[in-house]
């Protein structure tokens, strides 16, 4: 550990993945993996943290410290920033955690191991949300909880960080990414190498998988309408902001927030129950449903205010 200018504590550890692969790697699929490794990694400092009281990670920097050929290999130096109350407190943790460092590279090796549980999971239902869960992926993510109970970690904690991440597209599209490397060769596995543990993802894992997630619908949508009905609930004549809701019939029945564009006087429109406009549905999509779901509704202009 290192003592920084600004009273903060510096500590480094190390991530090595190995792709068994029998065919070149493209230099445009190994940069995209690398890419997508960097994200995952500095992902892993919130679990870290969240299994080691005390331990307040502020930054998180990865470099590649060499890459191998033959079967495509990948060393990660992963440094650390902690921040604490006190250079005690930092220098405890030290003597109780971070010395330890198989201890922390096995934690890490842990952390990105559920995030690309989580991220085979997810592409997998969305790409088959009507198949059985994959038997090799299920197996996948059974091995990283064990290899967290190795070093003391709660099964419990793994689970929780799991669940935090669970409808994370992010984490999935990282985790194809991460894998692509796999995809030039069938029959390709990619394991974690340096910590006493067995983290392979094997190639039946890694060939039930989609190519990328292109096929996913963004998070949020918007949907313009020209002419429609809308009734009005609350209103506040002071701001076009807040304290607006109502419904749209036959496009939404449940009550939603209206905002008024700049353009739109709220005084106006204020006491108004049904109002003919022109309007933007503001959508998000519920992954437990497969649908999108109404946000709010924009108001971009007043066809004809009716009195009622």
Do not use: C
Request: proline residues 5%.
């Amino acid at each position: 550990m290192t003592a920084l200018a600004d009273g903060n504590m510096e500590f480094s550890t190390s991530y090595r993945v190995r792709f068994t692969v029998e065919n070149p790697v493209p230099v445009a699929i190994v940069i995209e993996s690398l890419k997508a490794h960097e994200r995952l990694l500095k992902k892993s400092s919130k679990f870290l943290e969240s299994v080691y009281d005390g331990l307040h990670i502020t930054s998180t920097d990865v470099y590649v410290e060499e890459i191998v050929d033959g079967s495509w290999v990948a060393d990660f130096l992963v440094k650390y920033v902690i921040g604490e109350a006190n250079e005690a407190q930092a220098r405890q943790l030290w003597q109780n955690i971070v010395r330890d460092n198989t201890r922390m590279r096995t934690a890490l090796a842990v952390g990105v191991g559920a995030l690309l549980s989580i991220g085979a999971t997810s592409a997998y239902n969305a790409y088959m949300p009507d198949a059985p869960s994959q038997p090799a992926i299920e197996a996948y993510n059974s091995v990283v909880i064990n290899a967290a109970g190795d070093i003391n970690i709660p099964a419990e904690k793994v689970e929780e960080f799991i669940e935090q991440n669970r409808n994370n597209k992010q984490v999935a599209k990282d985790t194809l990414s991460a894998l692509k490397p796999a995809s030039v060769t069938p029959g390709s596995i990619m394991e974690v190498q340096g910590v006493p543990v067995d983290l392979t993802l094997t190639s039946e894992a890694i060939e039930s998988l989609p190519e990328d997630m292109s096929f996913i619908p963004p998070n949020e949508q918007d949907d313009i309408y020209s002419d429609v009905s809308i009734y009005v609930s609350a209103s506040d004549e002071d701001s076009g902001k807040r304290g607006w809701a109502g419904s749209v019939p036959n496009i939404i029945d449940n009550r939603v927030k209206f905002v008024l564009d700049d353009s739109i006087d709220p005084r106006v429109l204020h006491g108004r129950v049904r109002i003919q406009a022109d309007i933007i549905v503001h959508k998000v999509y519920d992954a437990s449903t497969n649908q999108y779901r109404a946000k709010s509704v924009t108001i971009t202009d007043i066809i004809t205010p009716e009195t009622t």
